[in-house]
């Protein structure tokens, strides 16, 4: 067994070490992950955690790792409340969140429990609130409490409401910080995580290379922007805001189509952070197909508001003015899209407003914290979210995972959507990616 596992580790680091000294001299791998996001980095850890026998990469088009939705998000530990009890996403934030802290103690990553207050400030909104209860606890999450004004002003000194939902297992977390020691326990497990590789073609080998050890045992071939290739058995793909087209460019289903909506965030100045020490969310409405604006707590110490929902003109386009003329044909075109503007014309128009005037942000942040003035806040960061349509303009909701027929098809598994709570729920969703390619692919 210690020969075996020995000739094991020596090939691993052969295959890490052929691609590094030669680029274009091809590689061979027994599972592909695409997407070092912390989704693609927590399953290809889980992976090789249960699969130490095969040879595992990482494949990342950016030179650095959780470049974007990852390393673009909030950063809140969700418990679980939102989701339609019985969906994977209730079933796995929740489970996400307790592996999550437990993860962060092992590793000693610094987070904060710092909890959550989701605040009604009309009476027309307490019955959702007390409906959101209800789902909380069908969907198993610890510790929720209704309370009254009194409450809410003992947890937030400065927040008024009516009534709120208290949630203290919400906590805040650097998800970078996570995603970047998934990736080290990747590679300490033997994993290789080849960077600058953006995957543009996916396709079975031609036979006339099928006589050689790669067309046989490898026949998928793997190749990038710039030529380079590698061969492996199967494929599994977290590629968040590209996660159709990777899906397209394999042979598989185009839909549901990744459509992406950028949002903006305020940062309260930092002499004014103390009138916000925890979450503070709104009830969601769901005549809207966003949560709208909440005060969000920083490991760092800083205070996130909003963030707003307006389409973006580039899928990774966290400026105003970023703009790719294919991402934009892309998301116009779909008439998936067009439905869901014109059921939500008004609502749509009212983010594009308050996109641009920051009084109008403000304006909904003091609902809630009526001493925010706009002399409190300054334009903060951006995130795009990719938000998974189908043709008749619905979000999806669910997190959905597939692959494809004929001979490339089934050795391909698409994370297809995996929206917010993806990052609480990622070492709960590997365990599903990782289930799901020990049937599909007979590891």
Same mark, same amino acid.
């Given at each position: 067994m210690a020969a075996m596992a020995l000739r094991q580790r020596v090939r691993r680091a052969g295959a890490a070490l052929l691609w590094r000294v030669q680029r274009r001299q091809r590689s061979t791998f027994d599972v592909a992950v695409v997407g070092a996001g912390i989704v693609g980095l927590a399953s290809a850890r889980e992976l090789v955690q249960r699969h130490p026998s095969l040879v595992l990469a990482v494949l990342e088009k950016e030179k650095e790792l959780a470049p974007h939705q990852s390393g673009h998000n909030s950063g809140v530990i969700h418990s679980g409340i939102y989701y339609t009890p019985g969906s994977l996403k209730a079933k796995l934030c929740v489970q996400g969140a307790a592996l999550c802290y437990e993860y962060c103690d092992q590793k000693g990553i610094p987070y904060k429990r710092c909890g959550k207050l989701i605040v009604a400030v009309e009476q027309d909104e307490i019955p959702r609130l007390k409906? !959101? $209860? #209800? @789902?909380g606890l069908q969907n198993n999450v610890p510790g929720l409490r209704l309370i009254g004004t009194k409450e809410i002003q003992a947890k937030e000194p400065f927040c008024r409401g009516l009534m709120a939902l208290d949630s203290p297992n919400t906590g805040i977390v650097d998800y970078k910080q996570v995603a970047q020691s998934y990736a080290k326990d990747f590679q300490e497990a033997g994993g290789t995580i080849l960077t600058d590789f953006e995957v543009t073609n996916m396709e079975m080998g031609k036979e006339s290379s099928s006589k050689g050890e790669a067309g046989l045992k490898y026949p998928i071939v793997v190749r990038n922007s710039k030529g380079e290739e590698i061969y492996c @058995?199967? +494929? +599994?793909?977290?590629? =968040? !805001?590209y996660s159709d087209r990777l899906s397209e460019i394999s042979g598989c289903s185009p839909e549901p189509r990744i459509v992406p909506f950028r949002g903006d965030y305020l940062v309260l100045k930092p002499e004014k952070c103390y009138m916000v020490k925890g979450n503070i969310y709104p009830v969601p409405n769901p005549r809207f197909p966003f949560l709208g604006f909440h005060f969000t707590p920083r490991m760092d110490g800083s205070v996130w508001l909003g963030p707003n929902a307006v !389409?973006?003109? /580039? @899928? #990774? =386009? $966290? /400026? !105003?003015l970023d703009f790719s003329a294919a991402d934009f044909a892309d998301? +116009?075109?779909y008439s998936g899209l067009w439905k869901l503007v014109l059921r939500n014309l008004s609502y749509g128009l009212g983010e594009v407003y308050r996109a641009l005037f920051l009084s109008a942000q403000v304006k909904q942040l003091q609902k809630f914290i009526p001493e925010v003035s706009v002399d409190d806040v300054r334009r903060g960061p951006s995130g795009v979210r990719a938000q998974a349509l189908d043709s008749d303009g619905n979000l999806v909701d669910d997190f959905v995972f597939d692959g494809g027929s004929g001979e490339i098809g089934s050795r391909i598994l698409h994370v297809r959507n995996a929206p917010s709570p993806a990052a609480t729920s990622s070492l709960a969703i590997a365990k599903v990616i990782a289930d799901e390619a020990k049937q599909r692919f007979e590891l």
């Amino acid at each position: 067994m210690a020969a075996m596992a020995l000739r094991q580790r020596v090939r691993r680091a052969g295959a890490a070490l052929l691609w590094r000294v030669q680029r274009r001299q091809r590689s061979t791998f027994d599972v592909a992950v695409v997407g070092a996001g912390i989704v693609g980095l927590a399953s290809a850890r889980e992976l090789v955690q249960r699969h130490p026998s095969l040879v595992l990469a990482v494949l990342e088009k950016e030179k650095e790792l959780a470049p974007h939705q990852s390393g673009h998000n909030s950063g809140v530990i969700h418990s679980g409340i939102y989701y339609t009890p019985g969906s994977l996403k209730a079933k796995l934030c929740v489970q996400g969140a307790a592996l999550c802290y437990e993860y962060c103690d092992q590793k000693g990553i610094p987070y904060k429990r710092c909890g959550k207050l989701i605040v009604a400030v009309e009476q027309d909104e307490i019955p959702r609130l007390k409906a !959101l $209860y #209800e @789902r909380g606890l069908q969907n198993n999450v610890p510790g929720l409490r209704l309370i009254g004004t009194k409450e809410i002003q003992a947890k937030e000194p400065f927040c008024r409401g009516l009534m709120a939902l208290d949630s203290p297992n919400t906590g805040i977390v650097d998800y970078k910080q996570v995603a970047q020691s998934y990736a080290k326990d990747f590679q300490e497990a033997g994993g290789t995580i080849l960077t600058d590789f953006e995957v543009t073609n996916m396709e079975m080998g031609k036979e006339s290379s099928s006589k050689g050890e790669a067309g046989l045992k490898y026949p998928i071939v793997v190749r990038n922007s710039k030529g380079e290739e590698i061969y492996c @058995r199967h +494929v +599994v793909t977290c590629a =968040g !805001l590209y996660s159709d087209r990777l899906s397209e460019i394999s042979g598989c289903s185009p839909e549901p189509r990744i459509v992406p909506f950028r949002g903006d965030y305020l940062v309260l100045k930092p002499e004014k952070c103390y009138m916000v020490k925890g979450n503070i969310y709104p009830v969601p409405n769901p005549r809207f197909p966003f949560l709208g604006f909440h005060f969000t707590p920083r490991m760092d110490g800083s205070v996130w508001l909003g963030p707003n929902a307006v !389409l973006a003109f /580039k @899928r #990774e =386009g $966290y /400026k !105003l003015l970023d703009f790719s003329a294919a991402d934009f044909a892309d998301a +116009v075109m779909y008439s998936g899209l067009w439905k869901l503007v014109l059921r939500n014309l008004s609502y749509g128009l009212g983010e594009v407003y308050r996109a641009l005037f920051l009084s109008a942000q403000v304006k909904q942040l003091q609902k809630f914290i009526p001493e925010v003035s706009v002399d409190d806040v300054r334009r903060g960061p951006s995130g795009v979210r990719a938000q998974a349509l189908d043709s008749d303009g619905n979000l999806v909701d669910d997190f959905v995972f597939d692959g494809g027929s004929g001979e490339i098809g089934s050795r391909i598994l698409h994370v297809r959507n995996a929206p917010s709570p993806a990052a609480t729920s990622s070492l709960a969703i590997a365990k599903v990616i990782a289930d799901e390619a020990k049937q599909r692919f007979e590891l």
